[in-house]
C-alpha cells in the first residue's frame, strides 16, 4: 500500500515504514513530544484535521468579526465529523471548545499560560479534598521553564502568590492597560494585589515571529502569528524529519495484551491505513483521548483500552467562569487588544474543603466590540454611528477562573445512539459540577462586585453559579497515579496497563487548580518525551 | 471624519481579500486612483446611504476598498455584484433609475423597503440577507474596522485593524 496517495489533494497519507514513534493529535501536547524525539527517531504524527493554510488567516478573522458566522466555523467545526452529545446536568458545547487540525486548540486559544501553584499539585493533603497529583511542582519545574521558551511567553516575576521560579521569562510582560491601571487603584484601596499576566504571544519578535501586532482578535485567531500556536512546532519537527499527516483519523488502537501494535486511521478518501510503531502518545485533547481508548475495547479490555482501573473517561473537569461586568462613567478603552494584562492569585491559596483555588482577570475587552456590533441591528448611517458612540465607552468587566473537583459523574462516554460519519459512536459529555464549585464561584463574584463597587462601576451583568460556563479545558479523563485500580497513566504518563502507549494532555490532571492548562500540559508532554526516549534507548 | 486611502488599506488588511490581503495592499497601493467602474458607483451610493453623514472622502475610501473586494474573481467579489445587480433591477423596477442614480432618501428607501434594514447577514439566504451581508454590512465592516471609523466611535484601534500595542495602554486624555 506505501507509495500510494491517499487523499483528493494528492497527498500522501500512507504509513511510515519502521517508525519508531507515533503521535496521535498535532495540537500543543503532540507537537512538543514530536519535535522533542525527532531528531533521534524516526516520528510520525497522525491528526484528524486538516493542515490549515496561514494565508487564509485573515478570512478566518473575517469569520470572526462577522455576525453571519458561529465561532466554531472560524476553524471549520462542527460537521457530522465532530458530532457529539452532551447528556450531563450541563450542556457542554464541545465544538465551541476544541479545534481538530494542524496546530489544535491554540489555532482558537486565548493564550494565557501560568504554572500551577504548589499546593495543586497536592490538593488531598492541603486542601482535604481530590487526589494528589503523583507529581509535585519541583519535578515539573525544569520542564515548565522549557515550556516558556517552547511558547516564547512574555511575562514578569511580579505575582506574590505565584510558585517560586528562577529563570525570567523569555520575553517581557506587556505592560498593563489603561483599564488594569483604574482596577488596580480600586484594588489597592480593598488590599487585593494585583500583577501581571504570562502571555503566551510575543511582546518582542521572538523564534522567527514577529511581535503582536493588536490586531485584537487573539481568540479565535492570530492574523500575524504572534500569538504561539502549535504549528510552530510541527513545523520545527518536520524539518528535523518527522513526518506529519493531516486529516488522518485515528479510530482504534490495534493492540495486544501488553502493547498497541498499530494505530488505524482513515484517510479522507475513506481508505484505513495502519500505522505500526514502536511507542504511541495519544494527544488528540481530554475528550477524545478516552474515546479512542474506549473505541479500542477487545476481548482482552472489554471496558475500553487501558481501562482495568475504569478510570478511562471519568472524573471530566473543566475551569468554570465566573464574572461580572458594569459601566463606568468614563471611557475604558476596551478592545483595542484581545488579551488580558493584569490578574489577581490573591485568593488562590486560601483554597480549602468549601472553597476551591480560583484567580481574577481583569478583562481588555468588555463590552460590545463596535466594529461587530455595527453589523447588527436595524439601523445605520447616523441613527447607528449614535448607538456605537453609547455602547462602547465605559466598559469593565472582573472575571475568574474556577477550580472543580473530580467526580465520577462527570465523565466522557460513548452515545451508543449516535455514530460520527465513519460510523464510530460520538462522545457524549455527561458534565456535572459540584458545591464547592458553585459556592466559590458566589464567592469570586461577591469579591468582583466589591470590586465595581469600588470603582464606582454601575453593575450590568453577573456570571453566576446558575450562569457560568466552561473555560474550555478538558481534564481528567485519564487520570495520572501510583495506584494501577485507581489512575490510568502513571508519573512517567505511562499507561499502566500497555507498555508502550503514553498520555500527553490534561486528561492526565488529577485535580485542575484554576489556572489555564497549556503550561502544564506543555511540561507533560516534555517530561512524557523524555520517558519515551528513555524506553526507546532501553530497547534498543 | 475624512477617510483616506490609508483607512481604506487599513480596511483592507483587516479583512480577508479573496486572493490575499497583502497582495491586495499592494494592488491599491501600486495602482492610481481610476475611473470608478459602475459597481463601485453603486457601493459610494450605498455607504453614502449607511456611512454617518460626519464621514468625508468617502468616494476614494469606497472605490480603493471595492476595488479588491468587488473586482476579483473570487467567490466574495462575485457575490458583491450579484447584490448589486439584485439592488439595481429593484431600483429600476421600483424606482425607474439604477441605484446610484436614486436620490439619498430613496436609496436609503428602497434598502428598506427590500428589507435590509431588519435582516440578519446571510452569504447564501435570501436577496435581502445576502444584500445585507455583500452590501451593508460589507461597507460597514470597512468603516468601523479602519483606524478613521474606529475614531468616530472612540477607539482608536478597533478589532480587525493591526494598530499596535500602544494604544490599548494609553488614557483616553493621552
Ligand atoms: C476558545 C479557547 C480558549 C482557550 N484559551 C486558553 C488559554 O488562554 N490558556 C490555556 O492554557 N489554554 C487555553 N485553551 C485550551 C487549550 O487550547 C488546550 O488546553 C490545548 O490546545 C490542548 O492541547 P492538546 O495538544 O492536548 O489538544 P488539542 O490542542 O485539542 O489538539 C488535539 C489534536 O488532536 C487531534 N485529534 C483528535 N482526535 C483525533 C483522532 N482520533 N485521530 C487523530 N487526531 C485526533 C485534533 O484534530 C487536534 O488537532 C483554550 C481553548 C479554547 C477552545
Ligand atoms: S492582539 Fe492578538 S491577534 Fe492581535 S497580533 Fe496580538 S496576539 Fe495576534
Given at each position: 500500500m506505501s507509495g500510494t496517495a491517499s487523499g483528493a489533494d494528492g497527498r500522501d497519507r500512507t504509513p511510515v515504514p519502521d517508525a519508531d514513534v507515533c503521535v496521535v493529535g498535532a495540537g500543543p501536547a503532540g507537537a512538543l513530544v514530536a519535535d522533542r524525539l525527532a531528531a533521534d527517531h524516526e516520528v510520525v504524527v497522525l491528526d484528524a484535521g486538516p493542515r490549515f493554510n496561514p494565508g487564509d488567516r485573515l478570512d478566518r478573522q473575517e469569520r470572526a468579526v462577522r455576525p453571519a458566522y458561529d465561532r466554531p466555523d472560524v476553524w471549520e467545526m462542527g460537521g457530522p465529523r465532530d458530532a457529539?452529545?452532551?447528556?450531563?446536568?450541563?450542556?457542554?458545547?464541545?465544538?465551541?471548545?476544541?479545534?481538530?487540525?494542524?496546530?489544535?486548540?491554540?489555532?482558537?486559544?486565548?493564550?494565557?499560560?501560568?504554572?500551577?501553584?504548589?499546593?495543586?499539585?497536592?490538593?488531598?493533603?492541603?486542601?482535604?479534598?481530590?487526589?494528589?497529583?503523583?507529581?509535585?511542582?519541583?519535578?515539573?519545574?525544569?520542564?515548565?521553564?522549557?515550556?516558556?521558551?517552547?511558547?516564547?511567553?512574555?511575562?514578569?516575576?511580579?505575582?506574590?502568590?505565584?510558585?517560586?521560579?528562577?529563570?525570567?521569562?523569555?520575553?517581557?510582560?506587556?505592560?498593563?492597560?489603561?483599564?488594569?491601571?483604574?482596577?488596580?487603584?480600586?484594588?489597592?484601596?480593598?488590599?487585593?494585589?494585583?500583577?501581571?499576566?504570562?502571555?503566551?504571544?510575543?511582546?518582542?519578535?521572538?523564534?522567527?515571529?514577529?511581535?503582536?501586532?493588536?490586531?485584537?482578535?487573539?481568540?479565535?485567531?492570530?492574523?500575524?502569528?504572534?500569538?504561539?500556536?502549535?504549528?510552530?512546532?510541527?513545523?520545527?519537527?518536520?524539518?528535523?524529519?518527522?513526518?506529519?499527516?493531516?486529516?488522518?483519523?485515528?479510530?482504534?488502537?490495534?493492540?495486544?495484551?501488553?502493547?498497541?501494535?498499530?494505530?488505524?486511521?482513515?484517510?479522507?478518501?475513506?481508505?484505513?491505513?495502519?500505522?505500526?510503531?514502536?511507542?504511541?502518545?495519544?494527544?488528540?485533547?481530554?475528550?477524545?483521548?478516552?474515546?479512542?481508548?474506549?473505541?479500542?475495547?477487545?476481548?482482552?479490555?472489554?471496558?475500553?483500552?487501558?481501562?482495568?482501573?475504569?478510570?478511562?473517561?471519568?472524573?471530566?473537569?473543566?475551569?468554570?467562569?465566573?464574572?461580572?461586568?458594569?459601566?463606568?462613567?468614563?471611557?475604558?478603552?476596551?478592545?483595542?487588544?484581545?488579551?488580558?494584562?493584569?490578574?489577581?492569585?490573591?485568593?488562590?491559596?486560601?483554597?480549602?474543603?468549601?472553597?476551591?483555588?480560583?484567580?481574577?482577570?481583569?478583562?481588555?475587552?468588555?463590552?460590545?466590540?463596535p466594529v461587530e456590533l455595527a453589523m447588527t441591528g436595524d439601523d445605520w448611517g447616523d441613527e447607528l454611528l449614535g448607538r456605537l458612540r453609547e455602547s462602547y465607552g465605559g466598559h469593565v468587566a472582573v472575571g475568574a477562573l474556577v477550580e472543580q473537583l473530580p467526580r465520577e459523574d462527570s465523565y466522557v462516554g460513548l452515545d451508543d445512539g449516535r455514530t460520527d460519519d465513519l460510523g464510530n459512536p460520538v462522545p457524549d459529555v455527561h458534565w456535572t459540577v459540584g458545591d464547592r464549585a458553585l459556592r466559590t464561584i458566589e464567592r469570586a463574584n461577591e469579591i468582583q462586585r466589591d470590586i465595581l463597587a469600588e470603582l464606582g462601576a454601575e453593575v450590568n451583568w453577573t456570571a453566576g453559579p446558575g450562569s457560568t460556563g466552561p473555560a474550555y479545558h478538558h481534564m481528567g479523563t485519564t487520570r495520572m497515579g501510583e495506584d494501577p485500580t485507581e489512575s490510568v497513566v502513571d508519573p512517567t504518563l505511562c499507561t499502566h496497563d500497555l507498555e508502550n502507549c503514553w498520555i500527553a494532555s490534561s486528561s492526565v490532571f488529577p485535580t485542575g487548580g484554576a489556572v489555564n492548562p497549556t503550561l502544564t500540559i506543555a511540561a507533560l508532554a516534555l517530561l512524557a518525551a523524555d520517558a519515551v526516549d528513555e524506553a526507546l534507548v532501553r530497547s534498543l | 471624519m475624512e477617510l483616506s486611502r490609508r483607512d481604506a488599506i487599513a480596511a483592507l488588511g483587516a479583512v480577508g481579500a479573496g486572493a490575499g490581503a497583502a497582495y491586495a495592499v499592494r494592488e491599491l497601493n501600486d495602482s492610481p486612483p481610476g475611473e470608478s467602474s459602475p459597481d463601485v458607483e453603486t457601493l459610494i451610493a450605498a455607504a453614502e446611504v449607511v456611512y454617518p453623514d460626519e464621514v468625508t472622502g468617502l468616494e476614494g475610501f469606497v472605490e480603493a476598498y471595492a476595488r479588491r473586494r468587488a473586482a476579483g474573481g473570487d467567490d466574495h467579489a462575485r457575490g458583491v455584484r450579484a447584490a448589486i445587480e439584485t439592488m439595481d433591477d429593484r431600483a429600476e423596477a421600483w424606482y425607474d433609475a439604477a441605484f446610484a442614480d436614486l436620490a439619498t432618501e430613496d436609496r436609503d428607501s428602497l434598502l428598506r423597503e427590500m428589507g435590509v434594514d431588519t435582516a440578519a447577514e446571510a452569504p447564501d439566504g435570501s436577496t435581502a440577507e445576502q444584500v445585507r451581508y455583500y452590501v451593508v454590512n460589507d461597507l460597514l465592516m470597512a468603516l468601523y474596522a479602519s483606524p478613521t471609523g474606529g475614531e468616530l466611535v472612540g477607539i482608536g484601534n478597533p478589532r480587525g485593524h493591526p494598530g499596535g500595542t500602544d494604544s490599548y495602554r494609553r488614557g483616553p486624555r493621552s
Open positions: 457529539h452529545s452532551a447528556s450531563g446536568e450541563r450542556f457542554y458545547p464541545l465544538n465551541h471548545a476544541r479545534v481538530k487540525g494542524v496546530g489544535g486548540s491554540t489555532l482558537h486559544w486565548q493564550g494565557m499560560v501560568m504554572r500551577l501553584h504548589e499546593a495543586d499539585f497536592s490538593s488531598g493533603t492541603k486542601r482535604g479534598v481530590g487526589p494528589n497529583w503523583p507529581l509535585d511542582y519541583a519535578d515539573l519545574r525544569p520542564y515548565y521553564a522549557e515550556a516558556e521558551r517552547a511558547f516564547g511567553v512574555s511575562g514578569a516575576d511580579d505575582n506574590p502568590f505565584g510558585p517560586p521560579r528562577e529563570e525570567p521569562f523569555p520575553n517581557p510582560a506587556f505592560p498593563p492597560s489603561h483599564s488594569d491601571s483604574l482596577f488596580a487603584e480600586a484594588c489597592e484601596e480593598l488590599g487585593i494585589a494585583t500583577h501581571s499576566v504570562p502571555n503566551a504571544r510575543n511582546s518582542e519578535p521572538y523564534d522567527g515571529r514577529g511581535e503582536c501586532v493588536g490586531y485584537g482578535t487573539c481568540q479565535p485567531v492570530c492574523p500575524s502569528g504572534a500569538k504561539y500556536d502549535a504549528t510552530v512546532h510541527v513545523e520545527d519537527t518536520e524539518r528535523k524529519g518527522a513526518t506529519v499527516i493531516d486529516r488522518a483519523r485515528v479510530t482504534e488502537l490495534a493492540h495486544g495484551p501488553d502493547r498497541i501494535e498499530a494505530a488505524v486511521y482513515v484517510a479522507p478518501d475513506g481508505t484505513e491505513h495502519r500505522q505500526r510503531a514502536d511507542a504511541f502518545v495519544l494527544a488528540a485533547g481530554g475528550v477524545e483521548i478516552p474515546r479512542l481508548l474506549l473505541l479500542s475495547a477487545s476481548d482482552h479490555y472489554p471496558d475500553g483500552l487501558a481501562n482495568s482501573s475504569d478510570a478511562v473517561g471519568r472524573y471530566f473537569t473543566d475551569h468554570l467562569f465566573a464574572g461580572v461586568g458594569g459601566v463606568l462613567e468614563e471611557p475604558t478603552r476596551q478592545n483595542h487588544v484581545g488579551f488580558v494584562t493584569t490578574e489577581s492569585h490573591q485568593f488562590y491559596d486560601e483554597a480549602d474543603e468549601t472553597v476551591a483555588p480560583f484567580k481574577l482577570e481583569f478583562l481588555n475587552y468588555a463590552g460590545p466590540s | -
